[in-house]
């Protein structure tokens, strides 16, 4: 075969190969692209050990679960609860066709064993679930199959509450028997009973109960020992009893075609098991172990102590290499768990290393506050050499600055000379001339000039002043003022506070004071009229600060929106409480507006038009706040309600709601829009071949 034959054989052996290839594709085309239809059969247990439900059971290590295809667990630490609950956390494993779970601790004599696996249980392939499966046997004569559900939400705000251990004690039992006189005495020392975790929505169900009354708890258990023995841990508790029982009933059951489309609606005969309403309002306690976190000294004038608890009283700091005695300035948290410390003399503030005595209360090992005295050494970040620097590098700026600044002025000089000599008749020439003479003497005139420049002092350094207010203002406001030192004096004198009349500002009357419980924050008060226009005007001096700062002048217009830009809302309330505070919440569940209840109502004005909420607490110290329960003296926080609507209000409109705060279950109350906690989405067969028939019909 020559050369041209074996090419042209060649290039026939490639197009039959691509040919070949075509018609693969095309073949392939033809056919079913996955292979088959989807599996939307969830997995089947085929057999258990020990028996499901089975009673007498003795010295079950492991159980077994066998299904008939593949299965995986999905999320067992957090789904899976094995009641009563393990010390020695269960083992929990898929393997193959079989869960496994492993008990590590020994069973206890007539008792039913509950593992709950929820949802966890899915097929390898498509993840189709097995269902809401529990598994039961018991070491007794019986199997208990009462059980009881409800929801865990968060006493502040009502947010469902996902993961937090829901549990039991039987009231009367032996090793619960005072849980009635002297129910913290079980919740300390004794295990729960019973347990179940809450879901995504806040929601449980505690199974295998016997018959009987019980009480019911919720805790955060950090240390996994079904104890309330730490107090940073949220819990709840309820007086209420619950009483088991249950009676038949029925619930309709929906049997969907596809996403869209359903078959048909069931009618399914089951048992209900009561009480389903319980309702646990969790909080966090305010009395946490109380000990000093840490210290800092950012900067030389300052230095921070940092707590992990309030306190009732401040500690006593004592200087140890300077005089402390009316030393500082001392700035404190609302609750006194964060306090910084001003110091006003400049030779102690210089000092690189400041040794205090720091006498404080903290938590003791009895788990009582006690006095405790530490030495520490305070060493300032921003050191004096640091700060010595910076100053420097601000001078030789300043200096840069100046010589720029007065070489400008030469020039234009300059500049302005020689246009003044050539409109007086002198010709080109001589500018010419006069040009040439300045570049020749360029150098000896800047060293000159330079010399005999007089660099003047740098700027003042005034006080950094925060007004706390926009060009737009409601009339209900007041303006804030911020600084960022304490101030060591105001002079009201030189404030001045006008309104607008005509085209004209007239004094208008005001008050500035310093907020309570703030030492860097002051408020300027005054009747504001709506669709107004004021002016503040501080002159230089007005504040000074501890280290002698003063604020340079200031000048800021305020105005005033009119009336018809406002809506107004009238709640009337109903069964309420007359401690009750209402609040009108945004978008954020954060407050906006609070007002207290007069007679059953609740009015609020000058709303910017919006979509707003509502929460109502009930105020029972009467300090304005809503306040966190005591476990130990067994009182529960503050109660509160929420307004199951939005409400959205319109400018220049009055709107009225009627609130009866109990009418629906806490529960159902918060509105979804704001509720930060969402339900997780309920698994279920995915309806994949329906879905795919109804695409190829389309086509």
Known sequence: MNSKSRSSFYYIHIALVAAFVLLLVACANMGTPDGGPYDETPPRIVSTTPKFGSSKVKGVKKVVLEFDEIVKIENAQEKVIVSPPQIEQPEIEANGKKVTVTLLDSLKPNMTYTIDFADAIVDNNEGNPYGDYAFTFSTGERVDTFQVSGNVLEAENLEPIKGILVGLYKVGDSDAADVKELPDSVFRTVPFERISRTDSRGHFVIKGLSPGAYRAYALQDKNQNYIYDQKAEKIAFSSRILETSSQPDIRRDTVWHDSIYYDSIKTVRYTHFYPDDIVLLAFDSEKQDRYLIKSERPILEQFSLYFTAPSDTLPFVKGLNFDSEDAFVIESSAKNDTLTYWIRDSLIYNIDTLVVQLDYFATDTTGNLSLVSDTLSLVSKLTKARLAKQQQERYEEWVKECKQKAKEERRAAKRDAQKAELEEGEDEELASQAEGDKKSSKKKKKRGEDEDLVIPPMPEEFIEVNIKTNSSMDPDKNVDFEFEMPLDSVDISKI???????????????????????????????????????????????????????????????????????????????????????????????????????????????????????????????????????????????????????????????????????????????????????????????????????????K
């Open 496 to 698: 001045h506070f006008s309104v607008k009349v005509d085209s004209l500002y007239v004094p208008s009357a005001f008050l500035f004071r310093k907020v309570d419980g703030s030492t860097k924050h002051y408020r300027l008060y005054a009747e504001w009229e709506p669709d107004s226009a004021y002016l503040i005007e501080i002159d230089t001096a007005a504040f000074v600060n501890i280290y002698g700062r003063r604020n340079e002048a200031i000048k800021r217009t305020v105005k005033v929106k009119a009336l018809e830009s406002y809506a107004t809302l009238f709640v009337s309330l109903q069964n309420a409480d007359t401690t009750a505070v209402v609040q009108l919440l945004d978008g954020s569940d954060k407050p906006v507006k609070t007002v207290k209840a007069k007679d059953g109502k609740a009015d609020f004005y000058f709303l910017n038009p919006t979509t707003y909420y509502m929460r109502l607490f009930y105020d029972k110290n009467g300090n304005g706040k809503w306040d966190t329960g005591d476990y130990d003296q067994q009182i529960q926080p503050e109660p509160v309600y929420y307004f199951s609507r939005p409400i959205v209000t319109k400018a220049n409109w009055e709107f009225s709601e009627d609130w009866n705060p109990t009418l629906l279950p806490l529960p159902k109350q918060k509105p979804g829009k704001i509720t930060k906690q969402k339900p997780d989405k309920a698994k279920s067969v995915k309806n994949k071949n329906a879905e795919r028939a109804q695409n190829l019909h389309k």
